[in-house]
């Protein structure tokens, strides 16, 4: 039904820029750029809307997939050649959030043995990916992983109180004076690039045209 009603706006606004955008992502430092270049669209077009949609790259993928988004923002290294894609300059870094008094937030950076002993919450994706695996290599097995997030607003609650460290990109926490929690990167440094994938062979709405044609040229700037 969302997928019909979807078509039918995209039809109706065949001779102007209006409709709705629908774009999928986790969470990231690089969608402050996606957001500016939405921003900028909706203030030249009032009659262009957004449904933003929060989830992992795989439940992402899977939208776009169905045609319940137009486009996903995926944080992870994945084959993209079956989309057409663009990679964003910014990058995301793995670390460690944790509250400020910490014996660990005494470190500048957060090295494998530091996490021995620790109550660990991981991303359900990067366990499903094994991106940790080469970063803490025959560690693994030592390590006390309690759990899975997500997202991680909730994730982050725990650590507030004392019951979990959480591994997840920076600029994601409150990390301001009056918070609570603190951020180390991890050493040896783990990064991710940020692409916004579409699938091929469609005949896209004027509103993700205009998407594409704007985020472009922010990149080129």
């Known amino acids: 039904v969302q997928l ?16 709705t955008l629908a774009l999928g992502a986790g969470e990231s430092v690089g969608m402050q750029r996606i957001m500016t270049v939405l921003s900028q669209m909706i203030h030249d077009y009032p009659d262009i809307k957004l449904r933003l949609v929060s989830g992992n790259a795989a439940e992402m993928e899977a939208a776009l997939k ?5 486009f996903a923002v995926l944080m992870a290294d994945r084959a993209l050649d079956n989309y057409h894609h663009l990679q964003l300059p910014e990058t995301e870094r793995w670390g460690l959030v944790l509250r400020k008094d910490d014996p660990l ?38 390590l006390q992983i309690i759990g899975t997030y997500t997202l991680v607003f909730n994730a ?45 062979n469609i005949v896209r709405s004027k509103v993700a045209e205009l998407f594409i044609k704007r985020l472009s040229a922010s990149l080129a700037d």
Do not use: C
Request: hydrophobic share 40%; glycine share 4%.
């Open 66 to 70: 169905w045609g319940t988004i137009d």
């Open 156 to 200: 982050q609650l725990m650590v507030k109180q004392g019951q979990a460290y959480v591994l997840s990109f920076d600029d994601l926490i409150d990390n301001s004076n009056q918070s609570e929690l603190t951020f180390r990167p991890l050493t040896p440094q783990l990064t991710e690039t940020t692409s916004v994938i579409w699938k091929k």
């Open 4 to 19: 019909a009603d979807q078509t039918a706006t995209d039809l109706k606004a065949d001779q102007v820029i209006s409709g």
């Open 105 to 142: 937030a005494q470190k500048e950076a957060i090295a494998p043995s530091d996490l021995l002993g620790l109550p660990l919450l991981l991303s359900e994706q990067a366990v499903e990916e094994h991106r940790f695996q080469k970063w803490w290599g025959n560690l693994e097995k030592k």
